[in-house]
């Protein structure tokens, strides 16, 4: 994963005065998708992420997508051009909001 991110996680995950440790990811859901301008769209940087979101308490659902090329995949409005990764990327997300749903009862 880039640094920029493990960084941003390991600020976040800084306690604050009237905080317990962790707090800002512990008992958490999260889906994840990455892309890159390589051919594997950061494929290798989901398994580095998903370890260290589900070591600080972040149930992260089995889902995962990696859109490759990510300068020739969005079109203008910021859409997938292929309709196969868009809706996997949407199936994510309904995966996520699902899972939220389900534990809030």
Avoid: H, Y
């Amino acid at each position: 994963m880039s640094g920029v991110l493990k960084n941003l996680i390991d600020w976040v995950s800084r306690r604050g005065d009237d905080e317990r440790s962790l707090a800002a990811f512990t008992g958490k859901v999260g889906g994840l998708i990455a892309a890159s301008p390589g051919a594997f769209g950061g494929m290798r940087s989901l398994a580095q992420l998903r370890q260290v979101l589900s070591g600080i308490g972040v149930l992260v659902i089995p889902e995962q997508r990696a859109v490759g090329r990510a300068g020739e995949a969005f079109d203008e409005a910021g859409g997938l051009k292929d309709p196969d990764q868009q809706a996997a990327v949407e199936a994510i997300g309904a995966r996520v909001a699902d899972l939220l749903r389900r534990l809030a009862c």
